[in-house]
């Protein structure tokens, strides 16, 4: 057989074709092993950014939007330098094991995705830090009188008392955990006794009873100074003035959290009790009795309020419903929160307790 | 014969480019990709022990706390097994009350409490146990194609965690470290109760292993001032499952507070199934890898309690700190790391059977 030039040309030509083929169909193989691998440093790498600024959040003062705007930014920034697209959740375990999952950030589902990893990290807030807080809250914002002595016929009435003053000392780690141990104490400048306690779980209760008085007397002030110790420090007394409230009409309300709660009884610790319920696991709800309307103030600054104006009313479910827009599941993070009932009426604390939090960074592209 | 073979070519050129074109997209590369899991390992391991930190912390009593541990926990190993790591928790924890325990998986968790667990039965006084619980969390973590393990433990009591890693002392002859990597060492390796730090008897059992190729021949003593009572020396038995079976030879000189006993190497038989094709071959590997393992249980009178010790043997013995083991699903993790690092180690292989 005798091959034109021109043939064996083309030949070559051809062969050459074909085997750049073979190569490309093999290169893509490899192609594709290198990015796998790229992608999954980089989700985790996103992941653990995206965790990072998740618990900066809960331990700082800024908002859930904040974060999210924080979060979105960044995400953005690795979109367009990366060229990927990024899709972010946040997933909460609550106390029945089940998951509620928020969107952090989506992508178009319509556009064509050739490759895609999904990284999650899953978190436990506890106190890593050690540097705590205290506050202390009043039952009520005043002082309230009452008629100890009423003549219901007349109307009138012979002699008037106190109730007692309760104050709430409530301390917390930076992470929102309740501190473990302390001590409070409070006083008044009259009529009423001191009291002193031990900070257990984080709350202390004092109770300042009414004691003698020449005579209780409506717009009056009682100054109460309450002091505490924490891990060794003490820091400056607080000074309350508190205004005394004429309650004998009936239009102060006793509003609080129900004492539906097995608490460990501090003075045995191996009991429990039945106690107002300050702890709550994310996906309880918060009974109250007598409350016909509340607000609630978490830590991280006046932000922090569900609802952000108004009152809520009813019961609480921490898992279902919303604060400002947000999921309550969101809303509540791990931390102490101040709980105003009847329209500042009564005032309690309450913590929520720490849970999982699964961090969720979709790469794809 | 020349006229038509520039058209074959042709074709044939198409034909090749075409289906080279289409390779990719019909039948595209498979790729198995091992990734590497110690971060994952890393990340179990700080998730699980700030929970378990924040025990005392948490509302209610043992019950209370102790269900939402372990559903966080069954979560937490769901979410792994997602990634490719399997795990075995123990969870135990010790108070006032008595004392619980649960086996927890990926698939849920299982209790295993029994009626020896009240701590009455041991004579033990529960006012001993004044103060909160004592929660004790060990975990094997394996790479979903067991090509990696992962042993570490966790208390809320962080003087009974830190115990649990102590820094290797010279002066303690046979002494060694037992990391967070489940690293099991030559020899007879004495484990004992993670309760020993409590100021009364234990009742909590005692782990004894024979990674070894011989059988074992040993004096185990006791020293302390509390009194053995309810000794029981069990076996787990490998392969089958078969629970815990009595060993009947062993002696118990009540007088001299020795126990003489025999181990012999147990042997693991792992299946296999094998898909070649639409055949599927079932190929059964023995690999003599040594393990035995006795339980001991003891309660005592009063007083401290106090330690066993190897105190002859025909190889050299070691005591090791201190691990809760209790089930055989833990005793099976440490023989598959036993296993993975005497294979890596170079120290055997495994023979066929």
Redesign the interface.
Known sequence: MVTEPLEALIAILLISIILASIFIYNQRGTESITQMGTLRALSRSIAGTVAELYLNYTNSSITFREFNESANNFLEYVEKKENVRIAANITVVLKNGTLKTARLRQVDASVKVNKSITENITLFITNKSRKWHAYVLPFRNYVYLYCSLPIPSFNICLSYSYRPIYIYVVGYYSDGTPVESGSASASADKCFSPDQQEIYNGIALLKLSYSECTSPEKNKEIKVTVSYSIGGESPPPIILNLPVKDCTTGSCKNGQLKFDCDCPDPTDPTKTKKVPCHYFYLGEIINLTDVSNWVIQGRRGPNDKCPSSGYGSGNIPTASGSCDSLPRYIFFTPGPYNLSMNSGDTNQPFFIQPYFVIVSIKVSR | ??SG??AV?LVG?AL??ML??V??VVTP?S?L?K?DPS?DFA??AS??K??I??Y??????HT?KSN?II??I???SK??L??GINSTVLVSII???GSKMWSITPSGATNLSSESDDLSQLGIS?SSL???DTILVWYALASIDNSSYFVGFASNDRSVEQSMHPAPNENTPGQILLPSFCTIPDGVCFIGSPWSWLQFPSPSAFLILNPNQVSVDAIMSYSGSGTVKNLMIRVFEFPGDNGLVDVKVYKWDKESNTITFSLDPAVIIIKKTLNIGSIKIKVGHKYNVGVSTVLLKYGGSGGKIGSFHIEGSNIKPKDVPVYWNDIKDCIKAISRGLKNLRVIGGHSSPEGG
């Open positions: 014969m020349r073979s520039g070519l050129f090749v480019v080279l074109s390779a990719s590369p790729m990709i990734q971060q990340d179990y998730s699980i700030e929970m930190h924040s005392n912390s948490l509302r209610g009593n209370e939402y559903k966080s069954v979560t937490l979410q792994y997602v990634k108070g006032a009350w529960p004044e103060g909160s």
